[in-house]
């Protein structure tokens, strides 16, 4: 997802920590650099929820190392999350977050059929074994939603629990 500076606009470029977490700075030599401290915000206030495609979005979720989503496609990018998955993901419940995908699915009229349920499935195993800590929520200003990055970011090692 794209992710701008709620500041000056800008696009932000994003950052690898070693730990697995990620941060966003204005580009290296821009002038914004030196005047201001970025304010990451989605770029696109109408992004969905990655997982389950409801919107508004409330929370980033962090991955170290890209989810294969199909044969051909993976995403290393942090993953934005509606107010529904961000509860059942931060209380580690992901039995549910596949009831409620698979039931948000059925209603909108997709035909889901047993690979595809275990498709989802496997996404969301790998979502848990790579993430870097629970769902890091959105705090929304005017007009704006910025994550929460003035705080320390997460400690890595997201608890596990029953499948
Ligand atoms: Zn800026
Ligand atoms: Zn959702």
Known sequence: MQISCGSCRRAL?????????QYWVHAFGQE??????????L????????????????SLFFVSGAVRITAIS???DPWALCSVCTDLIA?????????????RFRNLGAHLFP??????????????RLAVGPPVPLTT???????????EPPTPGFPSGPA
Do not use: M
Request: net charge negative.
């Open 43 to 58: 770029a696109e206030p109408h992004y969905r929820c990655d997982i389950c495609n409801d919107e508004p979005v409330t």
């Open 141 to 151: 200003g005017p007009g704006s939603q910025t994550p929460g990055f003035e705080q």
């Open 91 to 103: 209380n580690n419940d992901w039995r549910a977050l596949l009831d409620h995908v698979t039931t």
């Open 13 to 21: 470029n994003r950052v690898d920590h070693p730990d697995g977490y």
């Open 32 to 41: 914004e650099d030196g005047t201001h401290e970025p304010r990451p915000i």
């Open 115 to 128: 690979h595809s349920v275990a498709d989802i499935q496997r996404i969301h195993k790998q979502l848990r």
């Open 74 to 76: 993976s995403s290393d």
